[in-house]
């Protein structure tokens, strides 16, 4: 049986997470999906004053809603990400991620 997932964005909604907050829209392990999950993050430069490491343990697009976010890929490019921005980081990459300005990002693992 297939599922619908539905949600608005809710500042209520939102739970702490490793870095800032997010509002879930499917988690892993629902309907059974243990490789899927997605939803919205928040980030503010004050939650992360220094730039954070962060290995990708998961395929992960992202597309930010509003903000300024740079993550740099080792061994490759540097990304400033800006309202509009998309961007798909391949699992086992290791970046490092700056919060430039206050950033609302949806994101899906895969």
Not at 13 to 22: A, D, Q
Not at 33 to 46: R, V
Not at 79 to 107: C, H, N, Q
Request: hydrophobic share 40%.
């Amino acid at each position: 049986m297939s599922q619908v997932f539905h949600a608005h964005h809710d500042p209520a909604e939102f739970v702490p997470f490793e870095v800032g907050t997010v509002q879930w829209l499917r988690r892993n392990g629902d309907n059974g999906n243990q490789a899927l999950a997605s939803g919205i993050w928040q980030i503010t430069p004050e939650q992360a004053p220094e730039p954070f490491d962060l290995p990708i343990n998961e395929d992960e697009t992202i597309y930010i809603v509003s903000g300024h976010i740079r993550i740099e890929v080792e061994g490759q490019e540097t990304f400033d990400l800006t309202a509009g921005s998309m961007a798909s980081l391949s699992k086992g990459a290791l970046t490092r991620w700056s919060i430039i300005e206050p950033t609302v990002e949806f994101f899906v693992y895969s």
